[in-house]
């Protein structure tokens, strides 16, 4: 399973960004999808998970400003981010992880089997 990450760029301070996490598999339905971000000289950090069947979850900084999405049919995830901050700047990644669970399961960081190349995320004016 590779997973391919676009969508990054630099937005100002109140701006929108959709980032996409393409897989190539045939079906993404037994994966679970997250979305993990990495600051200058921080440690990464998981911020939103959506299970096969649609659960969610939200780091509490990201909740209300972004939606994570899935569309199995097209082996896509995807990451609205609304309302960026300077804070948000990070190189933002997605992983999946195997898991045939209706709910969102909580793996550290190094048991996500699987990891995009990263797209950067500028939040600058």
């Known amino acids: 399973l590779q997973l391919v990450e676009s969508g990054g760029g630099l937005v100002q301070p109140g701006g929108s960004l959709r980032l996409s996490c393409a897989a190539s598999?045939?079906?993404?339905?037994?994966?679970?999808i997250g979305w993990f971000r990495q600051a200058p000289g921080k440690g990464r950090e998981g911020i939103a998970y959506?299970?096969?069947?649609?659960?969610?979850w939200y780091l509490d900084s990201v909740k209300g400003r972004y939606i994570i999405s899935r569309d199995d049919a097209k082996n896509t995830a995807y990451l609205q981010m609304n309302n960026l901050n300077p804070d948000d700047t990070a190189v933002y990644y997605c992983?999946?992880?195997?898991?045939?669970?209706?709910?969102?399961?909580?793996?550290?960081?190094?048991?996500?089997?699987?990891w995009g190349q990263g797209t950067q995320v500028t939040v600058s004016s």
């Open positions: 959506i299970s096969g069947s649609g659960d969610t």
């Open positions: 992983a999946a992880y195997l898991s045939r669970l209706s709910s969102v399961v909580f793996p550290p960081s190094e048991g996500w089997p699987f």
């Open positions: 598999v045939i079906s993404i339905d037994m994966y679970q």
